[in-house]
């Protein structure tokens, strides 16, 4: 039942067909064959990448760290499996540019060994801080895509105390069922993690929103939350982004984020439900973050599905394992086709931000050329963040970015449902990340500019200060001279 | 400067055209006019042909002086639409040059001199329209009188002809004025409209269509029906036309309140003249109306507005074509001061305060 008001809270937003039928009445897999090589790249996290404490030749356990956090925001690494780390180096990153990062290469022994894990704790025990050290020491971050260290958003809740922490069920990108799956499969595990979420951040309450288009995840969350009363599990309605977590606090609390602010602003903060269950697995059974379910679909998925996968696989062995014929597949995307990246190539690893992998058809794919805006103002209507999509695009064609800027720009979200319902097939995301990207580089280049200019400055007044100086001790020994002589002549007539 | 190839999402859209959305326009537009053809017969048909081809003669010949490829910008059927209003709202027995320069001035002047599709800032149609009414008065205020196929008036295949390109040979016999046109006429007289508008009008005749007029004003409950099919199939909202008919509904209902022997009733109003065309089809053309809800209600009542406006105390019986191209030129405006509000920002563009 969702109330009119409620609907009212819902705003731009498309319908794309959910695609998800095909895999989402299956278990997720966990026969995925151990890969023989691991490649863990050592940034998997928004903020600074983590730096190695293992060496060339050492014999790693499963769950043993691989690299620890540096700085604030970060989060460490640790070995999906057992075995030897045959090279720390520069690999390719499943990022459309497939730019190389450092990167961990391990060659697997075959026996999964965990390291041994400490006994199993009562996480009510723990102290609040404790948790979140605990968290953050199992390397989870936000598994919806984000990828923000989850320990460093526990810290913030707890310090802004917030009053309702939010679960993100919604999953609202087409193919995607990862979620929708473990949380059939794996809700107790999913309201555990919640539960300390919530002794974790000292917050009172939690609801968890889940779109109407997976009614057996909703039965079964339901029924895992039943007893605890302080986490609620409410259906929101199929809508893309409702995972965006400013649309999904709008239609669940009827709170607007402040454009310069956070959620926390609001007094809420988000979580996704794969976080919660990451974050049920190092606590209660201190299990680092060394794998993820990962959706495979898409037309050219001889058998898709869900999978556990160790972090580190390359996308090229789930392509085989999954029956991916490649000569159908037109584009390779991670994510989901709304938001999600294009790959160039398929031996890219895994990692912790990988919610799907998607062998997507030319037919799945189609978009015609470019053709004149005919104003149809679709767009407008389709943005969930209120901007003005075409105008922001033609002021970036005739590259007048900042104006771009002051309609709205940088408060849009990428979401893509403006390109999506362009009927002139207009690349509207495209301009504007390339606006965005642009800005962020003139930014770099007057930043550096301007340092420069400040360095040649103080050189200037460096040396101006130097022969100043120089030009006084002239002087003064001119003087001493001056002094001496007149003295001297002094002495010399008396 | 911009690399289009997709690198990141969305990878899939929606399975939406210009030429698809143009297409249904038409589908919609077939009910009207069909009936029309059917009520004023082949010379009704003969312009009605002459204006599509030409447009699309212009068409072509613009993007060819243009060196732009001609035949993907002919197959999303905007320039067919635009040719398809135009000869809509023409008297259906006008001579055919009537359509030929009207078509011309339409895509030519209407819309390739701003550079082509998406670009102009009035209808095409109803630039068309209203300068053909100014160069040549007289064609475009000679109304032929209903002669339904197989009717014993309907003139036939021969006749179609003359009339279309030797000219009307006897023009009061076949001919009369629009309700509109003639109740204005009574008016200016000071014939109340209780005598006059019994003579010419007959509700259920006006609202099925059986009455003089152009194709686009004769059915206004056909026109609602593409309307009815344009809004399900969400090619328009309802914003633009509801608010037209709405304002137009509501201020003549005050007039007619005050004195009904000087103002027409809401239902004259609504059933006769471009009204209902205008409100579904004309106003609603995307590239001259405003982007956002409320710019388009505010478009679509100051719309209604005026063409009550000019209806009751302008020079011309009929003033939706006036009308839309007036609020055309304020469409502009309308888009730079109503813009919807930003996520997180108040209607200025600041952050929401706590």
Sequence with gaps: MISLMQSFRIRGGVHPDPKKTATTDLSIASDFP????????????????????????????????????????????????????????????PHPSALPIRTVFMETDG???????????????????????????????????????????????????????????????????????????????????????????????????????????????????????????RQVPTHYPMGWDRQLIRYLTGKEVPADGRATDVGVLMHN??????????????????????????????????????????????????????????????????????????????????SGILA?????????????????????????????????????RSNQLE???????????????????????????????????????RQQAQHKTEQTKKLIDERNKRIERIEKQKAEEAARELAAKVAKYTADQAEQVI | MLNVKPTTGPHTTENLSIGGIMRQVIYALIPATLFGLYLFGWPAINLFLITIFSALFFEYFCLKLADKPALPALKDSSALLTAWLLAMSLPPWAPWWVGVIGAGLAIILGKQVYGGLGQNLFNPAMLARVALLISFPLELTTWANVAPWLSESAPDF???????????????????????????????QKHPLSASLADIYNSNNAWLGFMRGSLSETSAILLILGGGWLLFKKIITWHIPLSIIISVALISAVFHALNPEIY????????????????FFIATDYVTSPNTPLG????????????????????????????????????????????????????QGRPLEL
Aim: glycine share 10%; charged share 20%; aromatic share 6%.
């Design chain 1, 403 to 441: 104006s771009a800027v002051d309609i709205g720009l940088k408060d849009c979200i990428s979401c893509g449902s403006c390109s999506y319902v362009c009927p002139s097939n207009i690349p509207l995301v495209h301009y504007f990340k390339y606006a965005a990207g642009e800005l962020a580089a």
């Design chain 2, 158 to 188: 021969k006749t179609g002809l003359h009339i279309t390109f030797m000219g009307l040979d006897n023009i009061d016999s076949s001919t009369g004025a629009t309700v509109l046109g003639y109740v204005k006429t009574e008016l200016s």
């Design chain 1, 34 to 93: 151990l890969p023989k090589k691991l490649y863990i790249p050592l940034q998997q996290h928004v903020g600074k990448p983590a730096e190695p404490v293992v060496r060339v030749g050492d014999y790693v356990y499963k769950g043993q760290l691989l690299a620890h956090s540096q700085g604030m925001i970060s989060a460490p690494v640790h070995a999906p499996s057992s075995g030897v780390v045959t090279d720390i180096a520069d690999y390719p990153a």
């Design chain 1, 111 to 233: 026996k999964d060994a965990w390291q041994l894990l400490q006994t199993h704790t009562d996480p009510f025990a723990l102290s609040a801080e404790e948790i979140s050290l605990r968290v953050g020491a199992a390397g989870v971050v936000g598994m919806g895509g984000a990828t923000f260290p989850a320990a460093v958003k526990l810290n913030l809740g707890r310090k802004n105390k917030i009053s309702t922490l939010l679960i993100n069920g919604g999953e609202c990108e087409p193919y995607l069922t990862c979620d929708d799956r473990l949380m059939q499969e794996s809700a107790d595990g999913i309201i555990d993690g919640i539960r300390i979420m919530l002794h974790g951040m000292e917050t009172p309450q939690a609801i968890v929103g889940i779109e109407d288009n997976k009614p057996a995840a909703f039965r079964a969350m339901k029924n895992a939350a039943a007893d605890y009363r302080q986490i609620e599990v």
């Design chain 1, 273 to 354: 439900v794969a976080t919660a269950y990451a974050i049920h697995k190092a606590i209660r059974h201190n299990r680092p973050l060394v794998d993820r379910v990962v959706t495979i679909a898409g037309g050219a998925a001889g058998s898709p599905g869900n999978i556990w996968v160790p972090i580190g696989t390359l996308i090229s062995e789930l392509l085989d394992y999954c029956r991916v014929n490649r000569t159908r597949m037109a584009r390779l995307v991670m994510g989901g086709p709304m938001m999600g990246d294009a790959l160039p190539i398929a031996e890219l690893p895994v990692v912790k931000a990988t």
């Design chain 1, 360 to 396: 997507l058809t030319q037919d799945e794919i189609t978009r015609g050329s470019e053709q004149a805006c005919i104003r149809c103002a679709r767009c407008i209507s389709a943005c969930p963040a209120g901007l003005l999509p075409v105008d922001m695009a033609n002021r970036i």
């Design chain 2, 296 to 347: 388009q209600l505010i478009f679509g009542s100051a719309c209604g507005l005026l063409i009550f406006t000019i209806r009751t105390w302008g020079g011309y019986p009929e003033g939706a074509a006036f009308a839309i191209l007036l609020m055309n030129a304020l469409t502009p405006l309308i888009d730079h001061y109503v813009k919807p509000r930003i996520y997180g920002r108040d209607r």
């Design chain 2, 264 to 279: 027409l009733s809401p239902s004259v109003h609504l059933s006769s003249g471009a009204l209902m065309c205008a409100a």
